[in-house]
């Protein structure tokens, strides 16, 4: 059972009721979502809590799924050789 202390997502650490509140006061897409609560901005990119996310305002708002702005997806967090972006093999 989902409550208002449930995390949704996990990085962040931000709460479903947390969420509630960013939709109360006008945040109805993705994007707000990051800017007002962090909620997204984590090591996972949102690919953990963005389907949550974006089920919880289509739920509360009556927007339709594909009409809620979806996340601004950012290169990888972690540092890569810049062979591996220049598309050499790796050796193992
Ligand atoms: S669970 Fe939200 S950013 Fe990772």
New binding site residues.
């Given amino acids: 059972m989902i409550t208002r202390d449930t995390i949704i ?4 650490d931000i709460t479903y009721g947390e969420i509630l509140d960013a939709i109360e006061m006008g945040v109805t897409s993705l994007n707000e979502m990051k800017r007002f609560l962090r ?11 963005g389907r949550l996310i974006q089920q919880i305002i289509v739920q509360k708002t009556g927007i339709k799924p594909e009409e809620v702005e979806p996340m601004t997806h950012r290169p990888p967090l972690k540092a890569i050789p810049i062979k591996v972006l220049a598309g050499e093999k790796h050796e193992s």
């Fill in positions: 997502c996990r990085c962040e909620a997204g901005m984590g090591p996972c990119q949102g690919r953990t809590c």
